[in-house]
């Protein structure tokens, strides 16, 4: 929250103690909790979690948007100095789009279908009055060239459902990259692609972050997608962040028991017979106790667990895991049974 | 697995939009989008068919439940023709063969207590009804890991993982021989999708149900499946135990496939390949084999203009391609 803390790194985003909230229909329903992380300049932060832990309500805060029926309780976000919670509708628009932008999961839902895909690239160069006119047209097409798109001007002309789900998600990312963006906001951007094609796209977006130096917040529940794209590795469970590492320490030594389970269940072509070891029941939003989020579902859990908080300690190099009993969870080999 | 054969399909040749109008109305002969497809399940096995999307794994499934009339080709169950639409087979040909869907929140009905989705197939098979019909349902409740309070549940108050299981119950229901599999964990968490990938091991176990399981995941298929065919545009390019398909040699397609997917291994690099979209291909090729275009193996002209021929690589494994096997051998010799 302090200024202080907003000055002192060279983070291209700050993200501080950010919490969010929906409205259920008996009140408000916690989805973020006091989430604290920053991004560096070229770094890719990779953030992980089943589904409904709140990872994409937290990447999307990124842009100070905010879901109808939610609010934003508590916490900043300091972008440029700027905390983008506190920035009007109109001047978060300017940032939108232009400085931070998103790559979402699904390019058929984004684009517009009646519309020819080069005129929606232009339309986002102009909105942004980056360039307008025969100028606009010729920094489409570049930017079809450069997201790896074959022929350029004839893929513009042609309409969304006239191109492969790669192809949809190349010009959503040209469209991204219209602006002039520091960081990139991806949620599972090859989640509904072929494996074939995500390899591909993988390899473009690995390219395009390095040439233009961007930052990126890549949201994933695809832990071999993550192992290939992220430097350091978030994990979410039910709102909260357990364990932040980087990304070889985290494959080699992850430490909270979630972590530990949602890695082991990740199915491997390299060691098809290993028994998979399973993370036990399932998340309950409206269970959740005054401590620990996981600990209904932790092999370990004592007492306390349920009653006490876990703030996210630091235990290594970068590395910061929320669980007290860290140390005694690290010894036990393998994962909990 | 050497039990009978259960499912055998013998050049599967499906059609979208064919024989609806007479020759001479049509502007172009339609292509098909299952090719020569043949392939057999043996009773309690289960046969994964991989491929990418539009490679017709789930036209295929379709045309087992009898959803689709084949143009060519015929599907036998138990020694039976059964290459006829659903509405002319018999209702004991529907028991056996049971379908379960991608997408739990599509395929069950919402307005519905999960007793009454379990419950249909019951009275409908089985003419249960009463106390007979709710033993029952507690029963396959418990089979899939529920507490019997949730028959009085509706779709929406369960996860997705809970309705998925409602789904494989329902199937259950009728007392199958085969299940149809299509994508049915892809929807789901890692962490469910495991718990649900052990379900359905556990029911093959105890029941002898066989599996057609349409996937797009390796790692899981690799997992789950007794053996493994490998689909490119409507064609088999590999079939062969799960052993087999996943270690050299491979049909270059395979190949492709393996190293395209990403392991959870930091020291590993980016799955190899060009970052270039691929270019578009052409569906018409009708004389060669219909990975040409894209393989990266290609060894010339006779591609693109000649079927290739089915080698048999072992007496359970078989590879699509003009590349002789020994020679795709030493040129894998490498592990993925």
């Not at chain 1, 995500?198 to 192992?227: C, D, F, P, W």
Request: charge should be neutral; include cysteine.
């Amino acid at each position: 929250m302090s200024d202080n803390t907003a000055k002192q790194a060279n983070a291209v985003v700050q993200v501080e103690a950010l919490t969010v909230d929906f409205w259920e229909r008996q009140g408000w329903l916690n989805v973020v909790n006091r989430v604290s992380f920053n991004i560096y300049p070229g770094e890719t932060l990779g953030l992980a979690g089943e589904s409904g832990c709140g990872k994409s309500t937290t990447g999307y805060a990124l842009f100070g948007y905010r879901r109808p029926g939610s609010r934003f309780r508590e916490g900043a976000i300091y972008f440029e100095g700027r905390d983008l919670l506190t920035q009007s509708e109109t001047e978060l628009r300017a940032i939108r789009g232009d400085q931070i932008c998103l790559v979402p999961q699904n390019p058929a839902t984004t684009l517009t279908p009646s519309m020819r895909v080069g005129q929606q690239v232009v339309e986002a160069l102009e909105a942004h009055h980056i360039c307008s006119g025969r100028e606009a047209d010729e920094r489409t097409i570049d930017l079809f060239a450069q997201v790896g798109l074959p022929q350029p001007k004839a893929i513009a002309k042609r309409y969304p459902f006239q191109l492969s789900g790669g192809q949809q998600q190349r010009v959503v990312v040209a469209m991204a990259l219209a602006g002039n963006p520091k960081l990139v906001v991806m949620d599972e951007p090859t989640t509904a692609l072929d494996v074939t094609t995500q390899a591909r796209i993988l390899k473009l977006l690995a390219r395009l972050q390095a040439e233009r130096g961007l930052s990126a917040l890549y949201i994933t529940h695809n832990l071999g997608v993550m192992a290939q794209v992220a430097d350091r590795v978030a994990v979410m469970y039910a709102g909260e962040l357990v364990e932040v590492a980087p990304t070889a320490e985290f494959f080699r030594n992850p430490l909270h028991p979630y972590t530990r389970g949602l890695i082991a269940a990740v199915p491997r072509l390299s060691a098809p017979n290993e028994s998979k070891v399973k993370l036990r029941g399932l998340l309950r939003r409206e269970e959740l106790p005054q401590g620990c989020r996981f600990a209904p579902r932790c092999p370990f859990a004592q007492s306390e667990c349920f009653t006490q908080p876990q703030p996210l300690i630091t235990v290594g190099q970068d590395h910061q895991v929320a669980c007290w009993l860290w140390q005694s969870v690290a010894e036990k080999q393998g994962v909990a049974e | 697995m050497t039990n009978a054969t259960l499912l055998d399909v013998q050049k599967l040749e499906i059609t979208y939009g064919a024989s609806q109008l007479p020759r001479f109305a049509q502007r172009r002969k339609p292509q098909p989008t299952v090719r020569e497809v043949s392939f057999a399940v043996a009773a309690g096995e289960t046969l994964a068919l991989v491929g990418e999307s539009g490679s017709g794994k789930t036209t295929i499934a379709r045309a087992v439940a009898g959803l689709l009339a084949p143009s060519q080709g015929q599907i036998r169950f138990e020694n039976q023709d059964i290459t006829v639409p659903i509405e002319r087979r018999s209702r004991d040909l529907h028991r056996q063969i049971q379908f379960i869907f991608q997408n739990p929140d599509a395929s069950l009905n919402p307005r519905q207590r999960i007793a009454d989705i379990i419950g249909r197939p019951l009275e409908f098979f089985f003419g249960l009804s009463g106390s007979a019909k709710k033993r029952r349902i507690e029963e396959l409740l418990e089979a899939v890991h529920l507490a019997s309070s949730y028959a009085r549940r509706f779709p929406s108050q369960l996860s997705g993982g809970e309705r998925q299981r409602v789904a494989i119950a329902q199937a259950l229901a009728a007392e199958p021989k085969l299940a149809l599999c299509d994508e049915i964990v892809s929807a789901l968490d890692v962490s469910v999708q495991a718990t649900i990938l052990d379900l359905l091991k556990e029911l093959q176990a105890e029941r002898g149900i066989a599996y057609l399981f349409i996937a797009h995941d390796l790692a899981v298929v690799r997992w789950l499946a007794h053996r493994v065919g490998v689909l490119y545009r409507g064609q088999l390019m590999e079939i062969g135990t799960s052993e087999e398909v996943f270690s050299p040699p491979y049909h270059p397609y395979t190949e492709m496939l393996l190293q395209s997917v990403p392991e959870p291994d930091p020291n590993l690099p980016l799955p190899a390949g060009d970052e270039r979209a691929a270019e578009p291909t052409d569906a018409g090729s009708r004389q060669g084999c219909p990975f040409a275009s894209r393989c990266p193996r290609k060894v010339g002209t006779i591609c693109e203009q000649e079927r290739p021929p089915w080698q048999t690589v072992g007496p359970t494994h078989a590879i699509y391609c003009h590349i002789p096997v020994a020679q795709l051998a030493t040129m894998q010799n490498v592990s993925p």
